[in-house]
C-alpha cells in the first residue's frame, strides 16, 4: 500500500496530533495543554504521512534562534513531534520526512536544525550529532550543606503564583539566552508551556509554584517547582522537584537554591534539566550525596556548513581547512575553509588541501562548544590531516560555558 506525505492541513491536525501522540505512549495530555499545542503548530514547516485516511507519520518544525558560542544568535529550526506508527516502520517513512524537512529548512534559510532525540540511535544516519549534555541529580539535603557566596543574604525570596510572575521570568530567561550557547530565544506564546499545570499531569506532587529572587526592586532570578510528599516511620522524607532554576548573578542563584533546600517536610532536592557545569556543584558540601547524573540531550544539524560555521565565533583564531562528508545532504560535502577569532568567521569552499576530515554528524557535535574535536579524535572519528591542526581547532571550537539546550522543542 502507498503512502503520500504532504504538508498538514488545519482540519487535519487532531488525527495527526492522535497518531504523535499514540507513537509516544497514547497517554493523553489535558485538553489545555492539547489546545496550546495546537495554537503553536506552524502548519507550514508541519508534515503528515498518510496511508489512506490513517495518519502513520508526523514530524514538524519551529523557527528559532539558538545562542552560539560568542554571544551570537544563530537562525536555526527546532525539529520535534517526530513518529512513524508501529505499522508502518522500516517503510522509509521516516527518512522521506527527514529528507524533505532538511530541504525546507535550506530553502528556508536556516543553517542549523536541533532536536531532542527519544532514542539517540535514530539521527545519527541524518547526520545529526550529540552537541550537548545534561545534568540530574537528587541531592541529600539532610546531609548537604550549602556554602553561599557574598552577598546572598541581600537577596530577597518572594513566593509568587507562576501566571503571575511570567512576564519577569520571561524577561530574565530572555537576558541569559546569549551567556551560554544552546539556549533558544522562546516565540509568542511557548512560555505558557511551562506554566501549564493540570491536575491530571502532577502524578501525586504539588501544584507549580514559583519563588523570585529580588534585589534594589529588581527581579534577579526565579525558580518554579513542585514539591512531593512522602513519609515513613521516621517522619517526613517529601522532594522539591525542580523545573527552572535561573539566576543573573551567583548570589541570587545560590539564594533560590537556599530557599530550595530549607522547605519544610522534604529531604531532596531533585533536578532533570540542568547544565553540566550547573553552579551549585561548587557549593555543595558533598558531590557524593547528590547522586549526579549525566544524559545526552540536544542534537544538532548544519544544514548549511558555510553559513552555520560563519554565523558563531571562535575562542582562539583559526585558520583551517575542513573535508566534510555528509551522506545526506550532499552540498556539504567537500572541502572548507574556515577563517575565524572572536570577532567574527568566514567559511568558503576551497580546493586547497585538507587539514582536518570529518562527518558533518561530528562536526554538529563540536559546532556549540559541547564535544571537543580532540576527544572525537580519539575516538576516531576526526582525522588529522596536518599536523598541529587538530589542537588549532579542539582550541578555537571550544565553548566559555557548557552548551546547554533547556528550552522544549
Known amino acids: 500500500m502507498t503512502t503520500e506525505l504532504r504538508v498538514l492541513r488545519t482540519s487535519e491536525w ?229 523545573q527552572d532554576l535561573y539566576g543573573l548573578d551567583p548570589a541570587s542563584s545560590a539564594a533560590l537554591l537556599r530557599h530550595l533546600f530549607g522547605i519544610d517536610l522534604t529531604s531532596t532536592v531533585s533536578m532533570r534539566n540542568r547544565p553540566v557545569d550547573d553552579f551549585w556543584q561548587h557549593l555543595v558540601s558533598d558531590l557524593r550525596r547528590c547522586a549526579v547524573r549525566i544524559k545526552d540531550e540536544g542534537y544538532v544539524r548544519l544544514v548549511e556548513v558555510g553559513a552555520a560555521l560563519e554565523a558563531r565565533t571562535y575562542r582562539t583564531p583559526v585558520e583551517i581547512v575542513l573535508e566534510v562528508t555528509d551522506s545526506f545532504c550532499p552540498w556539504n560535502e567537500g572541502r572548507w575553509r574556515l577563517s575565524g577569532d572572536a570577532s567574527g568567521a568566514s567559511c568558503a569552499r576551497t580546493a586547497d588541501a585538507a587539514d582536518l576530515a570529518l562527518d558533518v554528524r561530528d562536526l554538529g557535535a563540536a559546532y556549540l562548544g559541547g564535544a571537543r574535536l580532540a576527544d572525537l579524535a580519539a575516538a576516531g572519528r576526526v582525522r588529522e590531516l596536518r599536523a598541529g591542526a587538530l589542537a588549532e581547532a579542539t582550541l578555537a571550537f571550544e565553548s566559555e560555558r557548557a552548551a546547554w539546550v533547556p528550552h522544549d522543542i
Not at 545534568?135 to 553561599?148: G, P, W, Y
Not at 529588581?218 to 510528599?229: E, M, S
Request: charged letters at 30%; proline letters at 5%; a negative charge.
Open 14 to 242: 487532531d488525527r495527526w496530533y492522535e497518531g504523535l501522540d499514540l507513537a509516544f505512549g497514547g497517554v493523553p495530555q489535558s485538553a489545555e495543554k492539547r489546545e496550546l499545542i495546537r495554537e503553536l503548530t506552524d502548519f507550514d514547516r508541519s508534515l503528515a504521512v498518510w496511508d489512506g485516511d490513517l495518519c502513520v507519520g508526523t514530524a514538524g518544525s519551529f523557527r528559532f534562534e539558538v545562542a552560539v558560542p560568542g554571544g551570537g544568535l544563530a537562525r536555526m529550526a527546532g525539529v520535534t513531534m517526530v513518529s512513524v506508527a508501529s505499522t508502518h516502520r522500516r517503510r522509509g517513512v521516516l527518512t522521506s520526512m527527514m529528507r524533505r524537512h532538511l530541504d525546507d529548512i535550506r530553502g528556508w534559510g536556516e543553517p542549523l536544525a536541533i532536536l531532542g532525540a527519544s532514542e539517540p540511535a535514530i539521527y545519527g544516519r541524518f547526520g545529526f550529532g550529540e552537541a550537548t549534555r545534561l545534568l540530574k541529580a537528587d541531592i541529600d539535603t539532610a546531609r548537604v550543606r550549602l556554602a553561599v557566596p557574598d552577598g546572598t543574604d541581600a537577596v530577597r525570596i518572594r513566593a509568587a503564583a507562576p501566571a503571575d510572575a511570567l512576564a519577569d521570568c520571561e524577561a530574565l530567561y530572555a537576558e541569559l539566552v546569549p551567556a551560554r550557547p544552546g539556549m533558544i530565544t522562546r516565540l509568542p506564546g511557548w512560555e505558557r508551556l511551562g506554566v501549564l499545570d493540570a491536575p491530571e499531569n502532577r502524578e501525586g506532587a504539588s501544584r507549580l509554584q514559583c519563588v523570585l529572587a529580588e534585589r534594589d526592586g529588581r527581579t534577579t532570578g526565579y525558580a518554579l517547582f513542585r514539591t512531593r510528599p512522602a513519609w515513613d516511620d521516621a517522619g517526613p522524607k517529601g522532594t522539591v522537584e525542580v
